[in-house]
């Protein structure tokens, strides 16, 4: 079992940057591959990132590669999505997931665990 806790949201200019965190409990976070996806009103929640177990493997969307960067820090049992560049389309609510396993994935549906996200507004 793992409880996942999003902060770090917030109301930024476009060109700004925010960083995400998302704060893990449980014996088995460091055996979980972690993801983001974010979700606005009325479209299905979308893949951000995703990163293994280990920290050495990551997967971006297309619309967020080269601006944002995921990280994990197992020892403090800590996922971060650090945003920059932000753009108004990356308004939405962000959510921190967890899934059970190393494979990195970016269905939602292979996540077993999700915070209860985090709102980013950017203004235009």
Request: with cysteine; net charge positive; charged share 15%.
């Amino acid at each position: 079992q793992v409880q996942l806790v999003e902060s770090g949201g917030g109301l930024v200019q476009a060109g700004g940057s925010l960083r995400l965190s998302c704060a893990a409990s449980g014996r088995t976070f460091s055996s979980c591959a972690m993801g983001w996806f974010r979700q606005v009103p009325g479209k299905e929640r979308q893949f951000v990132a995703a990163i293994s177990w280990t920290g050495g493997t990551t997967v971006y969307a297309e619309s967020v590669k080269g601006r944002f960067t995921i990280s994990r820090d197992n020892a403090k049992n800590t996922v971060s999505l650090q945003m920059n560049a932000l753009k108004p389309e990356d308004t939405a609510v962000y959510y921190c997931a967890a899934r059970s396993g190393s494979v990195v994935l970016t269905n939602r549906g292979a996540y077993d665990y999700w915070g209860q996200g985090t709102q980013v507004t950017v203004s235009s």
